[in-house]
């Protein structure tokens, strides 16, 4: 779901080119850029050859470009971790943000994975053990904001490239197995786990269910309203 060896092939392999494309080029940043516009390049045709789709490859590519074009517009070489500092930022929110209204996106994410839809949200306690388990994942957004914020502002190109390579896939490892031991911990004894979410009747209801309907009917099918019998008038 995160991309496997591939997706680390993606985020690492672009910036490490271009650092060493700057150095090896006097600190030349058209140097820098093609050689990540190259290697990025390299890494979309290789991935298109295995059969992934060409949507995510060139997405992938697009990010390079980006980066490429914002350190030439600007002439800082740094410049060219902006959008990976900004893109940070923005998940840190978002994660938190998904916790407070209710929807840990920790939570979304397995659900469309084991194909549960909204149904795990109808479960408190499967509700209350992604919300604690979401924290970890915003917690590594904060992590790398921390480090990325002041490299950059320093000019740090090579340390904000080590940086990049050890807080990406080492770090979600670590926030993939820490998750998980806070949600196997937050689940009361005797729970079915996360493929097996208990649902409570007016918990949580599904997206898309309307007040007033009962899961499973057709819309409007959920109340009828009584008819006062024939000949009868009904009292006013």
Same mark, same amino acid.
């Given at each position: 779901? *995160? ?13 490490? &080119?271009? &650092?060493?494309?700057? =150095? ?44 490429? =074009? ?17 893109? @940070? ?36 306690? =499967? ?10 994942? &915003? ?14 502002? $320093? ?17 979600? &490892? ?12 937050? *689940? ?25 309907? @009962? ?15 024939? $000949? ?5």
């Amino acid at each position: 779901m *995160l991309g496997g060896r591939r997706g680390a092939v993606d985020a690492t392999a672009p910036p490490v &080119a271009f &650092a060493l494309g700057w =150095l090896a080029t006097g600190r030349s940043l058209v140097g820098g850029v093609a050689a990540a516009v190259l290697v990025g390049t390299a890494v979309a045709a290789w991935r298109l050859r295995r059969g992934d789709r060409p949507r995510s490859v060139l997405i992938g590519l697009l990010a390079v470009c980006v980066a490429a =074009l914002i350190a030439l517009r600007t002439g800082r070489a740094t410049d060219f971790f902006l959008v990976q500092v900004l893109s @940070n930022v923005a998940s840190a929110l978002a994660w938190v943000v998904s916790i407070v209204i209710r929807w840990p996106l920790l939570g979304v994410l397995v659900g469309v994975a084991l194909r549960q839809r909204g149904r795990w949200r109808r479960d408190p306690a =499967l509700l209350r053990a992604y919300g604690r388990g979401s924290w970890v994942w &915003a917690a590594t957004y904060a992590v790398r904001v921390a480090v990325f914020v002041p490299l950059y502002l $320093g000019g740090q190109v090579v340390a904000l490239v080590v940086a990049r390579v050890a807080l990406t896939w080492p770090l979600v &490892a670590s926030a993939l197995a820490v998750s998980w031991l806070v949600i196997r911990r937050s *689940l009361p004894a005797g729970h079915p786990g996360l493929r097996h979410p208990v649902t409570v009747p007016g918990a949580a209801p599904d997206p898309g269910t309307e007040p007033g309907t @009962n899961p499973g009917t057709e819309p409007g099918v959920g109340t009828k309203r009584e008819r006062p019998p024939r $000949g009868e008038r009904p009292l006013r």
